[in-house]
């Protein structure tokens, strides 16, 4: 079975402050680990993702995360926040094969404020 | 690409009434749609795992007979709210996954439900 854990409902940070939202996950195979972006009443959004090879892995607006097998996690982060990136961060797991391929478990979700 | 459309974007239907969700791969064929619910202030919870052109799999606590699914295309999957209650009112998002040995999920905006 696989899980995640998003450590923080509630991030807040100040404006060109430092993002980071934390993410631990659980799975018995290599996995698959993604982050999505949600702004309220709309789908979700692939910011970016971990399949293999290199660990430090580079999404769209300038976030970026780090798979650290031996932490199990998968931390998101971004040097300097802007006001656009306020919004709801799901980090989400697949495995990469058997019969559950595919299927998304996602954590509880973190909501990020950002202030000016 | 990869773009995922549902319709509608919000419902708001009588208790007791039945209510169907398109959702539509716009520009690739998906083998497999998946469908989500969401509730307020919640993450994501997998409802059911539809591929094209056979029964629906469902998760574990979803009344198949309640949320029925149809895949009769590969760009086209429905969900069907039957008989619907207050406690059906949820944000029910798909997502779609192409053909081949494609592990990434598109997602669609979302539909708002709301039973009164």
């Known amino acids: 079975a696989q899980s995640v854990t998003q450590l923080g409902s509630h991030v807040s940070v100040s404006e060109g402050a430092l993002v980071l939202l934390r993410c631990n996950y659980s799975s018995s195979v290599p996995p698959y680990l993604f982050w999505y972006v949600q702004y309220p009443n709309q789908g979700l959004q692939l910011l970016l993702k971990?399949?293999?090879?290199?660990?430090l892995v580079k999404g769209i607006n300038g976030f970026e995360a780090e798979f650290k097998k031996s932490e199990t996690s998968f931390h998101l982060t971004k040097p300097s926040a802007h006001m656009s990136d306020a919004a709801e961060y799901f980090c989400?797991?697949?495995?990469?094969?058997?019969?559950?391929?595919?299927?998304?478990?996602f954590g509880q979700g973190t909501i990020l404020t950002v202030h000016p | 690409g990869a773009v995922v459309s549902q319709h509608p974007s919000r419902v708001i239907c009588k208790s007791g009434t039945s209510v169907k969700i398109e959702c539509r791969s716009l520009?690739?064929?998906?083998?497999?749609m998946f469908w989500y619910r969401q509730f307020p202030k919640q993450s994501l919870m997998l409802m059911a795992t539809?591929?094209?052109?056979?029964?629906?799999?469902?998760e574990q606590g979803v009344e198949k007979d309640k949320f029925l699914i149809n895949h009769a295309s590969l760009t086209l999957s429905t969900l069907t709210v039957t008989s619907a209650h207050p406690e059906d009112s949820s944000f029910y998002i798909c997502s779609a996954r192409g053909q081949g040995n494609s592990y990434e999920q598109y997602f669609g905006p979302g539909t708002r439900l709301t039973v009164t």
């Open positions: 520009d690739f064929q998906a083998t497999t």
């Open positions: 989400a797991v697949s495995r990469a094969g058997g019969t559950s391929y595919g299927k998304l478990t």
């Open positions: 971990y399949t293999t090879g290199a660990t």
């Open positions: 539809s591929n094209e052109g056979s029964k629906a799999t469902y």
